[in-house]
């Protein structure tokens, strides 16, 4: 059912950016002889800056000076964006700073933070503009951007199907998941019980820590969805699988020797190795079907591949099983040059797919709620000890 | 068990491709829903009207039979240079003559032009059934063999061009062919089956050594499944648990044994679909 949700929430996004392509902005209808006031001249509603900021941008530039991208981005949104020139003095920003920049889909909000954070700059909302300066935003301005990234992460959630069932939902997957790792952690470092041990009390305490932070507070509840789905857009944290590789990677660190720790980081990016050779061979498998390549064409094009490889190519390989078009957006230079005349046309009819999908449970949930891995050796028999003891 | 197994599967896989038709009839009728929310006020809707409202878009036809390879005309082009590509393959593997060249070509021309005209009469159907919901559900199992045949290819098995191919070879240059042809094959198997071994190694949390070990075991079966298609991956869950438990044991923990025969309990259900499908029974490489 995630699946079809995504491909809802794939084709509703699609489509809103086709009318949106199809139907531009209206441009103002202004008197025939009042001269419009230049967009960096006007001034507007708190309200209608936070729509504004909130609005889709694409933007490429190649070593444009910052001033003409501020320009742009002003006049393509009919938005007030000044530069502070004394603070970029200050901050030894040049006005022309040459800024090269390819971002498809972000909010205005986040294509300014994009383009500032190389400059150390910020921007905030001053006397009904957007103003670019070396300060970080008032605390009260902050809240006006804050809000602006809130709501921008929960449209990102919301085109990819997260919901708060789902999340919670993953609990006792994870706790699966974890004990697995568990499992792969004591082999791979030889670890002792002891060690076992002061790893599962260090993941308890980080979890707690994780609990209490997500405890909610006063004016921060949207905040605090945010943090949790932001990670799940970035197929990171938010991802439980992600999520217990990640905090016992952390507790491996501290509860382990520095011996035992680099095996395990050796085992961690053999798997990376691993997955990353399991994508491109896939990939290279459908080319195969649809071009009839050579032996040699398939050697060159996954070698190839695996030299340019881009983690965001293939964020899962739950993606070949699950849609049998799957082809992410990989640039020509690293095919096209294998491909003969033939092969060449074909490659240009191969739809390149632009989105991620985010997978709940194993191969996508094909075995439901059901959690695999219930065993973890040590832990139960010394939980009994301690409560006979009591 | 295993019925109850076997039909959650044949559900799960079969649910998949409705549940994507209800995906996009939800999406058709979705202007009209959002109009409905914004209107304040409400009114009865006679029932008749509202069993009328049963409307499928023309544009969800190709979606299902295509499944997302593009209209009728893209495939059509596409499978023209997958049938030029063939013949090439051929000519640089087998050096097969111009009127051998010729048969192939005409074969492979027959079955696209077969498989476009049975693809244009199932579109006529899709015309009668489109407004009613009941003769609907009885096109869509008309509609499952063409996504198989799409998702396989043009000229595999049982097609003019296999046909042609089997007629028109030498026996040394069909010892060629079949070389080159098993190469390709045992290429798409293991792509697949390291796939498989990646994707379970997110529960079971394998070393390295045991990816590689449970890769080498299936890969050296060299039992590769009759057909290639979508359904590689559930084959390949399939074969695992076709594996002998002892050989298992020579790598895999205790912890992770119990795992794996949850999922083997599981994916041993699929005998049936992946016969039905024709992967299986397994050929040998």
């Given at each position: 059912m995630l699946f079809v949700l995504l491909l809802l929430c794939h084709f509703a996004l699609a489509q809103e950016k086709k009318r949106t392509a199809e139907n531009p902005p209206p441009q103002k209808q202004d008197a025939k002889n009042e001269k419009p006031a230049a967009p960096a001249e006007k001034k507007l509603e708190p309200k209608v800056i936070q729509r504004k900021l909130r609005a889709r941008t694409d933007l490429t530039t190649e070593k444009l000076p910052l001033q003409e991208v501020v320009k742009k981005l002003s006049e393509f949104h009919e938005i007030p964006i000044r530069l502070d020139k004394e603070a970029l003095k200050k901050a030894n920003?040049?006005?022309?700073?040459p800024v090269t920049v390819n971002i498809q889909n972000y909010t205005l909000s986040a294509a300014l933070k994009h383009i500032l954070k190389d400059f150390g700059l910020h921007f905030g909302v001053v006397d009904g503009a957007v103003v670019i300066s070396n300060m970080p935003p008032e605390p009260e301005e902050q809240a006006v951007v804050a809000d602006v990234a809130v709501v921008e992460e929960a449209r990102v959630v919301q085109q990819m199907g997260v919901n708060e069932a789902q999340q919670l939902q993953q609990t006792p997957q994870y706790q699966a998941l974890l004990r697995a790792e568990l499992n792969f952690a004591k082999h791979a470092c030889q670890a002792t019980p002891e060690q076992m041990q002061a790893l599962r009390d260090e993941l308890d305490h980080a979890n707690k820590n994780q609990q209490n932070q997500n405890q909610p507070q006063p004016n921060a509840g949207a905040r605090n969805r945010v943090v949790v789905r932001r990670q799940a857009v970035q197929g990171q944290a938010g991802d439980p699988l992600q999520l217990a590789r990640n905090q016992l990677a952390g507790a491996v660190k501290k509860c382990l020797s520095a011996e035992q720790a680099a095996r395990f980081q050796e085992e961690l990016d053999q798997r990376t190795a691993d997955g990353r050779r399991s994508a491109a061979l896939n990939l290279v498998a459908r080319l195969d079907r649809e071009m009839i390549l050579s032996a040699t064409q398939r050697d060159q094009i996954t070698e190839s591949l695996l030299a340019h490889w881009n983690d965001a190519w293939c964020s899962s390989l739950q993606m070949f099983m699950y849609n049998d078009q799957f082809f992410p957006a990989?640039?020509?230079a690293h095919v096209v040059k294998f491909l003969n005349e033939t092969q060449k046309k074909i490659w240009v009819t191969i739809p390149k797919n632009q989105g991620q999908m985010f997978f709940n449970g194993f191969m996508g949930g094909i075995?439901?709620?059901?959690?695999?891995w219930n065993e973890d050796e040590d832990a139960p028999v010394k939980q009994k000890e301690v409560k006979t003891e009591q | 068990m295993h019925s109850r197994l076997t039909t959650m599967t044949l559900t799960f896989l079969l649910l998949r491709r409705v549940l994507l038709a209800i995906a996009v009839l939800a999406l058709a009728g979705g202007a009209a829903v959002a109009r409905a929310q914004d209107d304040e006020e409400v009114e009865d809707i006679p029932q008749a009207e509202v069993q009328q409202q049963f409307v499928v878009a023309d544009e969800n036809f190709d979606q299902w039979v295509f499944g997302g390879r593009g209209n009728a005309a893209a495939i059509r082009k596409r499978f023209d240079s997958q049938l030029v590509l063939q013949v090439e393959e051929l000519e640089r593997m087998c050096g097969i003559s111009e009127v051998q060249k010729k048969k192939l070509h005409l074969a492979g021309r027959g079955d696209i032009k077969r498989l476009f005209d049975q693809v244009e009469e199932l579109r006529k159907k899709f015309q009668l059934v489109k407004n009613d919901q009941n003769k609907f559900n009885e096109f869509w199992q008309d509609v499952q063999p063409f996504q198989v045949v799409f998702s396989q290819g043009?000229?595999?098995?049982?097609?003019f061009f296999d046909k042609t191919l089997k007629n028109t070879l030498s026996s040394e240059q069909s010892a060629s062919f079949q070389a080159a042809d098993r190469e390709r094959r045992a290429f798409q198997y293991r792509s697949t089956v390291e796939a498989v071994i990646g994707m379970l190694d997110q529960v079971m949390s394998f070393r390295a050594d045991q990816r590689h070990k449970l890769v080498d075991l299936l890969v050296e079966r060299k039992k590769l499944p009759r057909a290639f298609g979508q359904y590689n991956y559930y084959l390949v869950l399939y074969q695992l648990s076709q594996l002998q438990e002892e050989k298992l044991k020579e790598f895999l923990d205790e912890p992770q044994l119990k795992a794996m025969h949850k999922v083997f309990n599981q994916v041993r259900g699929y005998e049936p679909f992946l016969k039905s499908n024709g992967y299986l029974p397994e050929v040998e490489l």
């Open positions: 920003v040049a006005l022309d700073a990989i640039p020509d075995f439901g709620e059901e959690v695999l | 043009a000229f595999g098995p049982g097609s």
